[in-house]
């Protein structure tokens, strides 16, 4: 998947499929600039560990979020990408993911946050593909999904794996991103039903966000006690 195509930035809303998005951005882990709008965190290297775990907590949590208000604008506006609502919805949702990906940079250098960057953006797709075949009856292409986000836990896993230099394990990070993925799923199920359970199923994703900043926090802190004591 390109690395350009948006958080959710594609979906599908009364069988018409909105393909790519965000095709005009260019956002990379190191030049990207988030909008104001959007949650930023920057790790100065200077504050406390819990500093570091409520930063990426906001983040996380902005994310799920933002993803739902996109997937609700886009069923409001019947999947046209062109609509004002929609826009900013699919651009403050990207500028989130460039967030998360400038804090990583800070703490693992440009490429770090490139590298997430992309894998952030893939594992969205995956989620795409999965509202895509909801939305046209296409059991098989939601199953591929599920399968594909099998295999990007993995993958993230191993990114981390690297990166923390073995502080976080690889099935570690698979086991802890397996609530996400279930309940993104169970939201989007419930905004394909356009069913009122979709606000309190998001809650309830955004609800994990805090124990995987938490996680990532603390391996982390671990890893450069001396940038981010206790």
């Not at 195509?5 to 190191?30: E, P, Q």
């Not at 990207?32 to 930023?40: D, M, R, V």
């Not at 506006?77 to 800070?106: R, Y």
């Not at 191993?158 to 976080?168: D, V, W």
């Amino acid at each position: 998947m390109p690395r350009s195509r948006s958080l959710l930035a594609a979906t599908v809303v009364a069988g018409s499929v909105l393909a790519g998005a965000c095709g005009s951005s260019s956002h990379t882990a190191s030049s990207a600039s988030p909008s104001s709008s959007s949650t930023t965190m920057t790790m100065t290297h200077t504050g406390a560990s819990g500093d570091l775990r409520a930063g990426l907590t906001a983040l996380l949590q902005e994310h799920v979020y933002l993803a739902g208000l996109a997937i609700n604008q886009a069923v409001a506006d019947k999947g046209d990408l062109t609509a004002p609502a929609t826009k900013a919805a699919v651009a403050a949702l990207d500028a989130n993911s460039v967030g998360l990906s400038d804090a990583i940079s800070s703490v693992y250098g440009a490429a770090g946050g490139e590298q997430f960057l992309a894998l952030w953006r893939k594992h969205i797709g995956f989620f795409v593909d999965y509202t895509l075949g909801g939305a046209t009856g296409d059991a098989a292409k939601q199953a591929k999904a599920k399968a594909d986000l099998d295999g990007y836990r993995n993958d993230f896993g191993a990114f981390l794996e690297s990166a923390t230099k073995g502080g976080l394990t690889k099935q570690a990070v698979a086991d802890e991103l397996t609530p996400h993925v279930q309940t993104l799923f169970a939201a989007i199920d419930a905004v394909l039903a356009h069913s009122p359970d979709v606000y309190a199923k998001l809650k309830t994703a955004a609800d994990h966000m805090p124990m995987t900043a938490q996680v990532l926090a603390g391996a982390i802190a671990k890893q450069f006690p001396d940038k981010f004591a206790s």
